[in-house]
């Protein structure tokens, strides 16, 4: 019979590599998808997925309760993503938001609101983008949110409200451009 | 349905909306990358082994190696403290006045433990007291969105006649730029006596310049805040 998930976390922290290949295939989707929704980008996300499946791995004896095993990896990957996000900062200037163009008619109304909200969130910071993702794509809750990033639960409720209202600012500002284009025409 | 529940809504979809599988490549890429490495073990990892070891009754002989482990470590001691005593004296101390110290510290060692962070640093300050081994304990919070990082914590610094203990806090800006300051309370030969310690440095670098002062007294109680002018 195959180990349960604590059993597996337990064996990989005592330094068990087959454990911890088995833990890192059952639960690399999640944390790539993770990645890939905060850095917007599928290099980046592998980068950032790759160094914190390292990460795990040497810090895994430090944790303490295998049953937090899901909400640490979170926050490994989490933080391997700000790393990323400030590297990417260093080394370019150019942001995707400049690079990206509207897609022409086809299915327009779906894709020009997945563009406006591509361009709107790409202007949050890693760490207003890390909080939705987690609250709004994880669905964890507030609580569960400040317990990940550990911090305090009103910080993580600042971030969301702040996030939300430039993403909405961002949205209603491609709105009213869409509409003067319209007018020009 | 209001404005913020169709954006919440949006959201939700658009997130939804994107790849759930890892490249096979990038984890068959980071499995070969842990090979061979070590795993960080916690500081006390080595005590508590054992103890767990002992706990499920998997190995008797543990117990008698940490028996004669601690045996072996009390005789040592005993041998120990008279000869430091004996043979080392406390710098003096003028008991009435304050001195500036600079110097450096270097980080030897840091870890991560929950949002933790457990500093092993290395004081050689211009004056002895304050030399030595200092354990720092911080907590670090970033401010959103613009690149500023708040610390606090606890540190103890270490040298052969006493310690300094005390509360320190930190700020890191956005350039990269450090800055790390707090009481510390003098204990041992150091007893009543405060040393304030201030750090400068880089994020990307391992070291700081110390600007501190050894000052007669207690650390300075916080004023209250409906006494100022």
Not at chain 1, 51 to 72: G, K, N, Q, S
Not at chain 2, 8 to 17: C, S, Y
Not at chain 2, 110 to 115: I, P
Not at chain 2, 163 to 190: T, V
Request: one cysteine or more.
């Amino acid at each position: 019979m195959g180990m349960g998930m604590p059993e597996l976390v337990d064996a990989a922290r005592n330094g068990d590599r087959e454990a911890f290949e088995a833990l890192v295939r059952a639960g690399s989707g999640r944390l790539y998808a993770i990645a890939y929704r905060i850095l917007r980008n599928a290099d980046l996300a592998s980068d950032a997925l790759q160094e914190a499946l390292v990460r795990i791995w040497d810090d895994l004896p430090t944790l303490r309760d295998p049953d937090r095993y899901d909400p640490w990896t979170y926050r490994i990957t989490c933080r391997a993503c700000y790393r990323v996000a400030k590297r990417e900062r260093r080394t370019s200037v150019t942001t995707l938001v400049d690079g990206m163009t509207p897609e022409p008619s086809a299915f327009e109304s779906k894709i020009a609101d997945h563009d406006e909200m591509e361009r709107g969130f790409r202007r949050l910071s890693p760490e207003q983008r890390t909080v939705l993702v987690l609250h709004y794509y994880l669905g964890l809750t507030i609580g569960e949110v400040a317990e990940v990033l550990r911090i305090a639960p009103g910080t993580v409720g600042s971030r969301v409200h702040y996030a939300m209202r430039s993403l909405r600012a961002s949205l209603a500002s491609e709105a009213r451009s869409t509409e003067a284009m319209e007018r020009s025409r | 349905m209001t404005r913020e529940q169709d954006l919440q809504r949006r959201l939700v979809d658009w997130l939804t909306d994107g790849p759930v599988i890892a490249p096979t490549q990038v984890v068959d890429e980071a499995i070969k990358r842990t090979v061979g490495r070590r795993q960080h073990h916690p500081l006390w990892g080595w005590l508590l082994a054992p103890l767990d070891r002992f706990r499920a009754g998997e190995d008797t002989r543990v117990v008698i190696l940490v028996v004669v482990l601690a045996l072996t470590m009390l005789a040592a001691l005993a041998i120990a403290v008279p000869l430091a005593g004996g043979t080392r004296r406390a710098p003096e101390m003028d008991p009435s006045s304050a001195l500036s110290v600079t110097g450096a510290t270097e980080v030897i060692s840091e870890s991560e433990l929950d949002g933790v962070f457990e500093r092993l640093v290395r004081v050689d300050a211009s004056d002895p007291r304050v030399r030595g081994e200092a354990r720092q304990v911080m907590s670090i919070e970033s401010a959103p969105g613009v690149g500023l990082l708040r610390s606090t914590g606890l540190m103890r610094l270490e040298n052969d006649w006493g310690a300094w203990e005390g509360a320190i806090h930190g700020a890191r800006y956005p350039d990269g730029s450090e800055l790390e300051y707090g009481w510390l309370q003098g204990h041992g030969a150091y007893e009543g006596f405060s040393y304030f310690h201030s750090t400068r440095g880089h994020t990307a670098e391992t070291g700081r310049t110390i600007e501190g002062a050894i000052w007669p007294g207690e650390p300075p109680p916080a004023p209250d805040p409906s006494s100022l002018p």
